[in-house]
């Protein structure tokens, strides 16, 4: 028997089709149009995610699994959809004028991260083994391109080689642990996993395919010991593709791995709770000793976002609701920290040209006075000083991980942070204190001031009413355990 | 009885050829080698009762990716000797990981569960191609439509990194072509007869 079909079953997806469409008219756009395609089809991109953000507030979040059970649409998916759309809009908004200096401002660029966007919010909504791999294909393969985009650099392409052969050998093992619990369950749905894991204890077979998924993951979220192609991609991709990478698709690998982890394998959680306490930990560490000597900013920000996702991973180690809804707080507020600082780093240019050392900075605080105040408050909320919204990303996460007592954890990770304090005061050193070179250049065009403007305001002012977003990370958190 | 020759004929083959693929000194070879171990491959699949994934193997694999790989690896300047040299020192970091992975998969082998009767393709009289299309187009519509938007992006990829607009090459153009009138390029002469044109 045929099973009937109507269209309203896919309105759930409704957000992820639109993109669909948009991707393939951009296409189309862009072929027909020779001059200035890339400018336009850059405005097209934000005011299509603009548009998705409206479907996807419109969108029921209490649905049903549809498509067979592949794609869900519950609190969690919806409130990180609403991150990643937010942090692409702000992703292109950044990239538009860099395009034309660097001139490389060909129309494929907002059509592949339109497609990368739309792989992140599948991935966020996978609710099969499947879909989770096709979605982070999906995220992955535009990803390699933009990251390659200068084609004529051999930095960029280096770049995007080795982030290439990296992703695809991390494709290889989550594949290999994909199979390897599809063997030892019989299903590839989450919540068939879920019930034949439900009670029984797991097998060493199973194990180690989630040990296998995991370390695909991680080298997603570029944990540690799976970072080391982080900093050379950041450092050679162009700096606006750069700022999509740190902005966002670690929020929907981190998404992706907090649903696995409590979804399918929420029953044995002391399972992976080692595993994610290593990576965690690993990841702290490095994050904050390999950031002590580096020049590059590019690369600076690289370690700094290592050191970022050791403290989200923290949060997940803890696997309680609590500690999730802290996850997914502590990851809105390092996308906004990380879009800011990316505003400035984009603006970093003297007489049409680009540069990205530290002691580029020297006495910024003379030559733009604001500019310097402004990284100045986002390091401080970087490093996690109070009034600053970093401060109540970390403080929720370290409460959580006592909860769970994880205290251990706890104060090694707080440890990290002061360490990791010392590079982020460094800039502010250097801005403030060192001898002026000449002034930046002070065209920066509308979108960069608008991003780095919104940024800085949230930093300052989440204090004042943290509340909403407090209350939405940690309904989407409770989703993740509703099941 | 012969259905177990025949796993073993394959199967024994596949690995020997296998083995040549990374042995060989000449990367053609290796290529040959490989194209041999999709044809054992595509037997295992036949005596499995897939034969549609048996067919696919051969068609796509043997006909499309070694074929390019072939190419790839006569095209290409690299001097594989160069390339081989100091891999001698990788050595002993391979063989450790090769020992870790041999004990990962006999822990796998002593933890599967109960040993489970073998599964074979059920003799209904739905066909192997017809029982995949049944599911891929239904079940698994998701994961083959967003599959199609991988290949989309790969296709954009490739333009976006090897495409060169070349100015000096002459193209074809269509439209003009069209707009082109006899009275524009024809010239019809009289000529008398006995003086030339």
Redesign the interface.
């Known amino acids: 028997m045929m099973p009937v079909f109507s269209w309203a079953s896919l309105s759930p997806a409704l957000p992820e089709l639109f993109l669909v469409m948009l991707g393939m008219v951009m296409v189309l756009a862009g072929l027909s149009q020779s001059e200035g395609a890339a400018r336009s089809l850059c405005r097209v991109a934000i005011g299509g995610f603009a548009l998705a953000l409206m479907m996807l507030l419109g969108v029921n979040w209490d649905s049903a699994p549809v498509m067979n059970g592949m794609f869900v649409m519950d609190h969690f998916a919806g409130f990180m959809k609403l991150l990643i759309l937010l942090g692409l809009m702000a992703a292109v908004a950044l990239s538009v004028r860099y395009l034309e200096q660097e001139e490389i401002d060909r129309f494929e660029y907002p059509i592949l991260i339109v497609f990368a966007g739309l792989g992140m919010m599948l991935m966020v909504s996978a609710h099969n083994l499947l879909a989770m791999y096709v979605g982070l294909e999906l995220q992955s393969l535009s990803l390699y391109v933009l990251a390659a985009f200068r084609r004529n650099h051999s930095k960029s392409s280096e770049a995007g080689m080795k982030y290439f052969v990296l992703g695809a050998l991390a494709s290889g093992m989550l594949l290999f642990g994909a199979s390897l619990v599809y063997g030892y369950t019989g299903a590839l749905g989450f919540d068939a996993i879920s019930h034949a894991l439900a009670g029984g204890k797991a097998g060493a077979g199973l194990v180690i395919g989630l040990v296998f998924l995991l370390v695909g993951l991680a080298f997603k979220v570029s944990a540690v010991p799976f970072h080391m192609w982080t900093p050379d991609v950041y450092e050679g991709a162009p700096t606006s593709v750069t700022a999509l990478f740190a902005i966002v698709p670690k929020i929907a690998a981190m998404g992706l791995l907090m649903r696995l982890l409590t979804e399918p394998f929420g029953s044995i959680m002391p399972e992976w709770q080692q595993v994610v306490w290593v990576l965690s930990l690993a990841s702290m560490a490095v994050g904050a000793f390999a950031g002590l000597v580096q020049n590059n900013i590019k690369r600076l920000l690289a370690y700094s976002s290592i050191g970022n996702m050791g403290y989200a991973l923290v949060g997940v180690a803890a696997g309680t609701a609590s500690g999730m809804g802290a996850v997914i707080l502590y990851l809105a507020i390092y996308m906004i920290m990380a879009a800011g600082t990316f505003g400035i780093v984009l603006s970093m240019r003297r007489g049409g040209r680009a540069y990205e050392d530290i002691e580029d900075l020297s006495g910024l605080s003379r030559t733009n006075p604001l500019m310097a105040w402004t990284l100045a408050f986002l390091m401080f909320s970087m490093s996690g000083i109070p009034p600053l919204a970093g401060f109540f990303g970390k403080l929720f996460i370290f409460q959580a991980a006592i909860a769970s007592q994880f205290y251990v954890l706890a104060v090694l990770g707080v440890l990290c942070s002061v360490v990791a304090a010392y590079y982020y005061l460094r800039v502010i050193k250097v801005m403030f204190f060192d001898d002026p070179l000449d002034a930046l250049d002070s065209d920066l065009g509308f979108s960069l001031r608008a991003v780095v403007f919104l940024s800085i305001a949230f930093v300052l002012f989440f204090i004042f009413s943290p509340d909403t977003l407090v209350e939405t990370s940690r309904n989407a958190a409770a989703a993740l355990f509703a099941g | 009885m012969i259905q177990v020759a025949a796993f073993y004929l394959f199967a024994s083959v596949l690995t020997a050829c296998a083995l040549a693929v990374i042995c060989a000194r000449n990367p053609v070879h290796s290529v040959l080698f490989l194209i041999a171990c999709f044809f054992s491959a595509a037997g295992l699949f036949v005596l499995l009762g897939a034969e549609f994934i048996a067919l696919i193997l051969v068609i796509v694999y043997v006909g499309a990716v070694a074929v390019l790989f072939l190419f790839v690896v006569m095209m290409l300047d690299i001097s594989f000797q160069d390339l081989r040299r100091g891999a001698m020192q990788y050595v002993p970091l391979g063989l450790g990981i090769g020992l870790v992975l041999l004990v ?1 998969l006999f ?2 082998y ?4 109960e040993r489970t009767p073998v599964i074979t393709a059920e003799s209904t009289a739905i066909e192997n191609t017809e029982a995949l299309g049944r599911i891929i187009y ?6 083959f439509q ?2 199609g ?2 290949l ?3 296709m ?2 490739a ?3 090897t495409h060169r607009c070349r100015p000096d090459v002459r193209r074809q153009k269509v439209a003009e072509q069209n707009r082109r009138k006899p009275s524009d390029v024809l010239e019809i002469k009289k000529v008398s007869s006995g003086s030339g044109a």
Not at chain 2, 110 to 113: G, K, L, N, S, Y
């Open positions: 990962e822990t796998l002593r933890a599967w569960p239904t079940d698994y519509l998701f994961a967003v599959s938007l991988i989309f992006v790969a954009i990829g333009i976006v990194l």
